[in-house]
């Protein structure tokens, strides 16, 4: 089955990393042009939810009983072979929804089988791409789905991808911004990753590279690094993974540098799966805003045939405004199942819990959702091609 939890998604990602057939587009010789094939997928969902939102003036707030999400992005892979056995490609992941960010991701990669890859371009960085976390069933809630589709309203103040507060995945600001990664080939299960991101934004741009003036700018000069280990024993498989992430915050009054690290680990036994990752972060991505948070996720989940099923719970804390001494917290919980209809087609849904708490002070008097809690079924088809 196609659908995986993020732990499996990321460990499929990580051991194609370095080894043939990273791309399933046929290599072409260098002597011709790079022939691009088209990937994706497209995800529309029906999310019903009942949602119990208190605002700073306790006005009354309606929702809709049943509403409309999307999900799809299209991919443009393309690979080419070198001499001495290098491999050149690009990916460009185009987000196909009508919204402001339709680039997700834009990168070249050089990859040798004894080099390993190296990769320029605006993605994620390593302790990202490398991360293991836990299964689902088909419906993600880590870095995931329901937030991605905004399934129940967040309150005010959440910064949901550049903190811990609905994810245990390293972005902390850095999102797909350009960077350097390479990553070592697997040897006896373990890889190794390393990143240099020259400044921290929501996607890259060609900036200039004047990082700091009078102390004030974005986050720079970061640095990422990870380790990946997989290895089976039998019918058990077991991967586990350890990252860490650092970013040069301005010298601007309050602010701090950015740390962050997390760890995780995946246990295989032939259908099943049960695993879990946590995260931790200090800094601040401008003097009024801390970072400091963390957050842990745990699941299980079991597939046979057509059919995969699992349970996720994941919980975030993140300090956030530094003039409210209340945290913000999230906690999500989901049973979730897909059905393969036919290659590549796949009817997911699920029911979930989330109870989302913000900071009191930052919508003290007017209409801003102070918190949310809730359940919900939300369900989808998805194609993938």
């Given at each position: 089955m196609a659908v995986r939890g993020r732990g499996a998604a990321q460990r499929l990602l990580v051991t194609a990393v370095v080894g043939a057939g990273t791309f399933t587009v046929s290599p072409v010789a260098a002597e011709e042009r790079m022939h691009l094939r088209i990937a994706g997928s497209m995800q529309q969902w029906a999310v019903a939810a009942g949602q119990n939102i208190n605002t700073g003036d306790g006005s009354d707030v309606d929702t809709a009983p049943l509403d409309q999400k999307h999900n799809s992005e299209i991919r443009f892979l393309g690979e080419a072979d070198l001499a001495h056995a290098i491999t050149i490609g690009l990916r460009v992941e185009l987000e196909a929804n009508t919204d402001d960010q339709q680039i997700g991701e834009s990168f070249l990669f050089l990859e040798q089988a004894a080099a390993g890859r190296l990769e320029i371009g605006d993605t994620d960085n390593v302790a990202v791409s490398m991360q293991v976390s836990a299964p689902d069933g088909g419906i993600s809630i880590n870095d995931g789905d329901l937030l991605g589709i905004e399934a129940f309203v967040t309150?005010?103040?959440?910064?949901?991808?550049?903190?811990?507060?609905?994810?245990?995945?390293?972005?902390?600001?850095?999102?797909?911004?350009?960077?350097?990664?390479?990553?070592?080939?697997?040897?006896?299960?373990?890889?190794?990753?390393?990143?240099?991101?020259?400044?921290?934004?929501?996607?890259?741009?060609?900036?200039?590279?004047?990082?700091?003036?009078?102390?004030?700018?974005?986050?720079?000069?970061?640095?990422?690094?990870?380790?990946?280990?997989?290895?089976?024993?039998?019918?058990?498989?077991?991967?586990?993974?350890?990252?860490?992430?650092?970013?040069?915050?301005?010298?601007?009054?309050?602010?701090?540098?950015?740390?962050?690290?997390?760890?995780?680990?995946?246990?295989?036994?032939?259908?099943?799966?049960?695993?879990?990752?946590?995260?931790?972060?200090?800094?601040?991505?401008?003097?009024?805003?801390?970072l400091n948070g963390r957050s842990f996720d745990i699941g299980i989940a079991y597939e046979i045939e057509r059919w995969r099923v699992g349970l996720t719970y994941l919980r975030g804390i993140n300090e956030g405004s530094r003039a409210d001494p209340a945290d913000q917290r999230l906690d999500q919980l989901i049973l979730s199942?897909?059905?393969?209809?036919?290659?590549?087609?796949?009817?997911?849904?699920?029911?979930?819990?989330?109870?989302?708490?913000?900071?009191?002070?930052?919508?003290?008097?007017?209409e801003g959702v102070r918190s949310n809690c809730g359940f919900g079924f939300a369900t989808a088809l998805e194609i993938r091609f």
């Open positions: 309150p005010e103040g959440y910064e949901e991808g550049n903190t811990l507060i609905d994810s245990t995945a390293l972005q902390l600001g850095d999102d797909t911004s350009g960077k350097f990664n390479y990553y070592t080939p697997r040897i006896a299960g373990l890889q190794f990753g390393a990143s240099n991101i020259p400044r921290f934004e929501d996607g890259g741009s060609n900036n200039n590279s004047i990082t700091r003036v009078d102390g004030q700018g974005p986050v720079s000069d970061g640095v990422a690094l990870a380790i990946n280990y997989t290895r089976e024993f039998g019918d058990i498989e077991i991967e586990a993974y350890a990252g860490y992430l650092f970013g040069d915050s301005p010298s601007s009054a309050g602010s701090r540098a950015i740390h962050g690290a997390g760890a995780g680990l995946l246990v295989s036994l032939n259908d099943f799966e049960i695993g879990g990752s946590f995260a931790w972060s200090r800094g601040d991505v401008r003097d009024d805003f801390s199942g897909t059905y393969e209809l036919d290659a590549g087609v796949n009817l997911v849904a699920g029911f979930f819990y989330y109870d989302a708490d913000g900071e009191k002070d930052l919508v003290a008097d007017d």
